[in-house]
């Protein structure tokens, strides 16, 4: 046998087992010999013994069938329960194309034996599914988390669509500048969180962003942006629609508490009042604010300020009055 075949002995030896052995359908000694044999690497069953003992040294566990006839990989870095909650995340994520969610989803199936892929794939719907027609999301955040890191702006150019599925690109294909300073996943989409050339806050989908380039230019900042904390920011945001923050107070029904603490977190102050509770939270005030107060019905109530159920009420008005024109 070559000398370059037998360096690499060891690498098939641990292809093999970790491809194709779990604990339900352990190897046989013959069955990786074989496989030694199809790429051209003749050895002999105390040679391999060797290799599996290097490997168990070196951190792969492989263990003996109890009648010492089969070995198998006894533990990986990643459990098949594991594997499919990445698959889950990868198939729904909107911001990733069908073809790179496939992409991912094969690398996936790496992680773990060819009979456990098997089950992975059984379990991957990605076709009908919502996803982004922009093929350069999964680089460009990439390229978004690189300018953070080394503390530099971006540009970038940024489009919608129109009803015939075209892009049609804003401030008419002008260049934005922006400080980045972190990334939103919300609602299966990911928003960039920025501040402007003016400092205002703003926010993105990355996947309507097109031409992105890291500039030579430190990121605009103060003593405020120095401790921007991107968490407390993405709670205060209802599908992460922009609006002057505001602090409001609200009265929810006791069955309201599961649905406060996932909106607003843990460490919400809850004040009881008869049959609920009253809550004060930051929120950025806006249309989808107020939707999200109209979708849980009778069961939560903006209480103040005042200037905020006035408006809450004017937005109800005139979506009423738009259903009741002719």
């Given at each position: ?70 070995y198998y990989v006894a533990c990986r870095d990643f459990e098949n ?100 300073w972190g990334l939103v996943w919300d609602d299966e989409n990911y ?112 209480i103040s300020p005042q200037k905020t159920v006035d408006d809450f ?14």
């Amino acid at each position: 046998m070559k000398s370059g075949l037998q360096k690499r002995k060891l690498l098939y030896v641990a292809e093999f087992l970790l491809q194709n052995s779990d604990l339900d359908r352990p190897v046989t000694m013959s069955e990786i010999l074989a496989y030694l044999n199809s790429n051209g690497i003749l050895s002999e069953r105390k040679s391999v013994y060797d290799d599996i003992a290097v490997l168990n040294e070196s951190g792969l566990v492989i263990e003996k069938t109890a009648d010492n006839r089969g070995y198998y990989v006894a533990c990986r870095d990643f459990e098949n329960a594991e594997l499919k909650l990445l698959v889950d995340a990868v198939a729904s994520a909107k911001f990733l194309s069908v073809k790179k969610s496939e992409e991912l989803i094969k690398k996936i199936e790496k992680l773990t034996d060819k009979y456990s892929a098997k089950a992975l794939q059984r379990q991957v719907y990605v076709l009908n599914r919502a996803k982004t027609a922009n093929e350069s999301v999964y680089y460009n955040v990439d390229l978004i988390h690189l300018a953070i890191a080394e503390n530099k702006k971006i540009t970038f150019k940024y489009f919608n669509y129109n009803s015939k599925k075209e892009r049609v690109y804003a401030r008419e294909g002008a260049i934005y500048t922006v400080s980045p300073w972190g990334l939103v996943w919300d609602d299966e989409n990911y928003y960039l969180v920025a501040t402007d050339e003016g400092g205002a806050f703003k926010h993105y989908r990355v996947d309507k962003m097109t031409s992105i380039s890291q500039i030579n230019c430190p990121r605009d900042t103060n003593s405020e942006l120095e401790k921007f904390d991107i968490a407390l920011y993405s709670k205060k945001m209802f599908g992460m629609f922009g609006g002057e923050e505001k602090t409001v107070t609200l009265y929810c029904h006791e069955s309201m508490a599961g649905v406060i603490i996932d909106r607003f977190g843990k460490d919400v102050f809850m004040v009881p009042e008869k049959d609920g509770f009253t809550v004060t939270v930051k929120v950025a005030e806006s249309p989808i604010f107020y939707s999200w107060v109209f979708g849980v019905g009778d069961k939560v109530k903006i209480i103040s300020p005042q200037k905020t159920v006035d408006d809450f009420i004017k937005h109800l008005n005139g979506v009423k009055k738009s259903y009741l024109e002719e």
